[in-house]
């Protein structure tokens, strides 16, 4: 890995770096906030994975997430939200799919199937490079987002069980076959009308059948003018009805940064005690 940036901010460091990635076969960048703590041991680490069109520099700039991240002693790891500068036909046309639209999956068509893998990016390559690098603490990984990151952190958490210890989601769009929406993941999955079970089987609030007892912890929030809220609520009673533990959270606001930065810090206690109490219930 190469540092290409340095910071010291809100009682900590953030670097940013580079590194040549073996699954989606380009460089990445992502971004690291380390607190300056005392600690007995490893620091738990927390990825935060942004939404639509965003990079790492989303969340680092305007969340202001690593004050909260030095309060309660957590690293902070903001991964990019695609593969970048691959200039694949198509690749930079919308805003929706291509460049900074990865939605987290493993993309099944081709040519982006090759590098368009934020799946195995973000539960296999960089727990392992966090860790073996930067000494975070890989029993103790949490993850989170917003919007198309928050149905990411959800979604990998339950794809991959054992990677993380607890996972939150803020406005995530939870279903990715939601009517209203039917964002362009088409690319990379391939057409919903040929391809349904892909988009249900990727859709978070279809596989929660696949969710085991004893879970680990789920916050899920949401607000009341979001536009995803009516998804997020049918995930909540979805969940209850499979007597999986969760929190859920409905307050005033809407799919915006003024939402998430209010409600980030509610989550970083969230995964604090999460690391740390064995019945977080």
């Known amino acids: 890995m190469e540092c290409i940036q340095e910071v010291r901010t809100w009682g900590g460091v953030q670097r940013v770096f580079r590194h040549a990635s073996k699954t989606t076969h380009c460089d990445m960048e992502f971004a690291v906030f380390t607190p300056t703590v005392p600690a007995a041991g490893p620091l738990p680490a927390l990825f935060y994975l942004s939404g639509l069109t965003c990079t790492w520099a989303n969340v680092a700039d305007k969340a202001g997430a690593q004050r909260f991240a030095a309060e309660h002693g957590l690293m902070l790891v903001m991964p990019d939200t695609s593969p970048r500068g691959l200039q694949l036909e198509g690749e930079d046309e919308d805003w929706d799919f291509g460049t900074g639209a990865g939605f987290y999956v493993n993309a099944s068509e081709a040519p982006w199937k090759e590098h368009y893998n934020m799946f195995d990016y973000v ?3 960089l727990p ?3 860790a073996g690098e930067l000494g975070a603490d890989q029993a103790r990984i949490g993850v989170t987002g917003h919007s198309m990151g928050g149905h ?14 607890a996972v939150s989601s803020m406005s995530g769009g939870v279903d990715l076959t939601y009517s209203t929406v039917k964002w362009e993941i088409a690319t990379i999955l391939g057409s919903f009308e040929i391809f349904p079970d892909r988009w249900y089987s990727h859709s978070v609030v279809n596989i929660v059948e696949s969710i085991p007892e004893g879970f680990i912890p789920v916050l899920i929030d949401c607000g009341y003018e979001d536009f995803f809220i009516e ?3 049918t995930l909540h009673h979805r969940l209850i009805e499979k007597n999986i533990p969760h929190i859920y959270m409905e ?4 799919h915006s940064w003024d939402y998430w930065v209010n409600t980030l810090d509610e989550h970083l206690r969230f995964f604090e005690k999460a690391f740390n109490e064995p019945d977080i219930y």
């Open 123 to 125: 539960t296999e390559e």
């Open 152 to 165: 990411g952190a959800l979604f990998l958490a339950i794809r991959n069980q054992g990677t993380f210890t």
């Open 231 to 233: 998804i997020n609520r």
């Open 251 to 254: 307050k005033p606001g809407g």
């Open 128 to 130: 392992s490079l966090v």
